[in-house]
T-cell receptor
Framework: NAGVTQTPKFRILKIGQSMTLQCTQDMNHNYMYWYRQDPGMGLKLIYYSVGAGITDKGEVPNGYNVSRSTTEDFPLRLELAAPSQTSVYFC???????????FGSGTRLTVV | DAKTTQPNSMESNEEEPVHLPCNHS???????IHWYRQLPSQGPEYVIHGLTSNVNNRMASLAIAEDRKSSTLILHRATLRDAAVYYC??????????FGAGTRLTVKP
């Protein structure tokens, strides 16, 4: 099915470890986003991209990095994991603001 | 960004209509109004969006006030599966879709 695919679904990291959360969409969308959602809270925008090679910071970018080498892929990198990064991470994409956003099913990350 | 005000929670009976209100009094003329919902332990799901006119789709209807300072998401017959947090998000810039706290809808059998 067409949509946004996130991997892995679950991950436990130790403090100081690094990892990459993968996000792929097959809808040829230019716009892609990373959000995090802490328990019981709303979503916060981490980074976004308006096309291949173009990325920018959202509300809460500290501790994260992104890249966008292709239209399909938008990986999120955590370099030095901290307990404050324990959260559920959602990737989303859209063809533009006059279209709906499609979200992935999320990656649940725990840093211990 | 347009500020939004939604009730923290609402309750509905199964198979009855539900009207979920949203105030966005600072909305600008170019802001689209999007609605999403998030079922327990799932990612947000697109419901509907509009600019000025009322909109209908298979999931819901969106009624937008003439002055655009408020909108109402209408679920015509609530089911248990509609229990979720509903987010109203006005925005104009694709770089800036931000989620508030939303309305938690409980559907009673």
């Amino acid at each position: 099915n067409a949509g946004v695919t996130q991997t892995p679904k679950f991950r436990i990291l130790k403090i100081g470890q690094s990892m990459t959360l993968q996000c792929t969409q097959d809808m040829n969308h230019n716009y892609m986003y990373w959000y995090r959602q802490d328990p019981g809270m709303g979503l916060k925008l981490i980074y976004y991209s308006v096309g291949a090679g173009i990325t920018d910071k959202g509300e809460v970018p500290n501790g994260y990095n992104v890249s966008r080498s292709t239209t399909e892929d938008f990986p999120l990198r955590l370099e030095l994991a901290a307990p404050s990064q324990t959260s559920v991470y959602f990737c989303a994409s859209t063809g533009g603001r006059s279209h709906g956003y499609t979200f992935g099913s999320g990656t649940r990350l725990t840093v211990v | 960004d347009a500020k939004t005000t939604q009730p923290n929670s609402m309750e509905s009976n199964e198979e009855e209509p539900v009207h979920l209100p949203c105030n966005h009094s600072t909305i600008s003329g170019t802001d689209y109004i999007h609605w999403y919902r998030q079922l327990p332990s799932q990612g947000p799901e697109y419901v509907i969006h509009g600019l000025t006119s009322n909109v209908n789709n298979r999931m819901a209807s969106l009624a937008i006030a003439e002055d655009r300072k408020s909108s109402t998401l209408i679920l015509h017959r609530a089911t248990l599966r509609d229990a979720a947090v509903y987010y109203c998000i006005p925005f104009w810039n694709n770089n800036d879709m931000r989620f508030g706290a939303g309305t938690r809808l409980t559907v009673k059998p």
